[in-house]
């Protein structure tokens, strides 16, 4: 009699950028022969720069939704729980359905939001959750006249460029209503420029944001909101009024993760090169780790990717995957149906770099290519 294979038992914690990809390739690549178990809290996946678009009307929160059901990969299992308990030198995981015990263990849980490190925030708006982002959808007509800020409470925080984004967007929209001469847009950022490794995409950035009268304010963070006042507190101690507030929360690795022992600074450090942890087969990729390339969900899918080849070879055989490279290509809305292009390269050479494509029709194709082909790719759509 022979012994029936055993099958490598890889558990992949949230079905995030990384966590789909990461499940993709491994399906695509060894089908039945791997176990993979893709364990997330939520029904649906959206895209994070669908929530600009809920948030400012141009599509419903319907629309974007990309439901978990649908997922159908040969040697995948997806399973809606929320994971309690992470071990990672036992590789066990605790959810309110069960505990899991993987022989590879990813975590790609993402980065969540640290509203106690912001005074008054919890009671004010936010546009970085599906649920921020919808309701900030709601309150946005009744904003007629006064002061809108964008206002980021710390860094580092998810996609750079996406309050920049909001910044552009809202003048469209106010303008569209005719309602810009009536309101004033400011916007508060930690970094010194809007995409700091490109030069050539904050001069254009800050160039919109002149001619469309947008106050730019970098180098500062919102470190408090006083919410009966109305009134933003920056972290050099000066007020700065608001009538509708868009909150962009200090970021850190889930609550959970935290708890697992895993994390320094909030977030878990990992070999940039491979994504592997300290704790043996245990990697993480994405927004919850340290890697020294930006949160974007461009940078997990390419993290996870790394990973699957490095699983890949060991079990078909063949050569470890280079290591990771930190490149990726982020899309800017300009405003105006216009969309530019940053393409970022981390960790290749000695500092990170980032060639600018200049807003246009084209790249705002190549941006709903983007997204198809990923949920083509992850949902059979
Ligand atoms: C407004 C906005 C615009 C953006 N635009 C872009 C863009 O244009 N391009 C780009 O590349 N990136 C963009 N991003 C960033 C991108 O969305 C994230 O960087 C990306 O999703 C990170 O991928 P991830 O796999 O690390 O984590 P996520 O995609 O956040 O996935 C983590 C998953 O873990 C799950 N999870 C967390 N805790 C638990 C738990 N306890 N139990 C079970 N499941 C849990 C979550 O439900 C989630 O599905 C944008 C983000 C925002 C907010």
Same mark, same amino acid.
Request: aromatic share 12%.
């Given at each position: 009699m022979y012994a029936r294979p055993v099958k490598l038992r890889v558990v992949i914690l949230g079905a995030g950028f990384g966590g789909l990809e990461l499940a993709s390739m491994l399906s695509e690549a060894l089908g039945e022969d791997v176990d993979v178990t893709l364990i997330d809290k939520n029904d649906s996946f959206v895209f994070g720069y669908s929530k600009l678009d809920v948030m400012f009307g141009r599509t419903s929160l319907d629309a974007v939704r990309l439901p978990? *059901?649908?997922? +159908?990969?040969? =040697?995948v299992r997806f399973l809606r729980e929320t994971i309690t308990a992470i071990d990672p030198a036992a590789r066990t995981v605790t959810t309110d359905g069960g505990v899991h015990q993987a022989d590879v263990l990813v975590v790609a849980l993402g980065a969540d939001y640290d509203? +106690? +490190?912001?005074? =008054?925030l919890a009671d004010s708006n936010e546009f970085y959750s599906v649920a921020g982002a919808q309701r900030l959808g709601e309150l946005l007509p009744t904003f007629t006249r006064g002061r809108a800020l964008i206002g980021v409470c710390g860094a580092p925080f998810k996609c750079p460029p996406a309050p920049s984004e909001t910044a552009l967007l809202l003048h469209d929209y106010l303008s569209t209503r005719g309602l810009r001469a009536d309101c004033e847009i400011s916007f508060v950022l930690p970094l010194g420029t809007p995409v700091p490794p490109s030069p050539d995409t904050s001069r254009a950035l800050e160039a919109a944001f002149a001619e469309r009268d947008i106050r730019f304010v970098p180098g *500062? *963070?919102? !470190? !408090?909101?006083?919410v009966a006042r109305r009134v933003a507190v920056l972290d050099d101690g000066s007020e700065m009024p608001y009538d509708i507030f868009f909150g962009v929360p200090k970021h850190r690795a889930p609550d959970v993760v935290i708890a697992s022992g895993m994390t320094e600074d909030g977030f878990v450090p990992v070999d940039s090169s491979t994504l592997q942890t300290r704790f043996a087969d245990v990697y993480a990729v994405g927004d919850v780790t340290t890697a020294s390339v930006p949160k974007a969900g461009v940078f997990a899918e390419g993290a996870a990717r790394v990973v699957a080849a490095s699983l890949i070879a060991r079990l078909r055989g063949g050569e470890q995957p280079a290591a990771y490279d930190g490149r990726g290509i982020c899309y800017i809305e300009f405003g105006a149906g216009r969309v530019g292009r940053v393409e970022v390269d981390?960790? !290749? =050479?000695?500092k990170p770099t980032g060639t600018f494509g200049a807003p246009s029709d084209a790249l705002a194709a190549d941006k709903q290519h983007f997204g198809s082909t990923r949920r083509a790719r992850w949902f059979n759509r």
């Open positions: 978990y *059901r649908e997922i +159908a990969k040969p =040697g509203f +106690a +490190a912001t005074p =008054g *500062r *963070r919102v !470190s !408090s909101l006083d981390f960790l !290749s =050479g000695p």
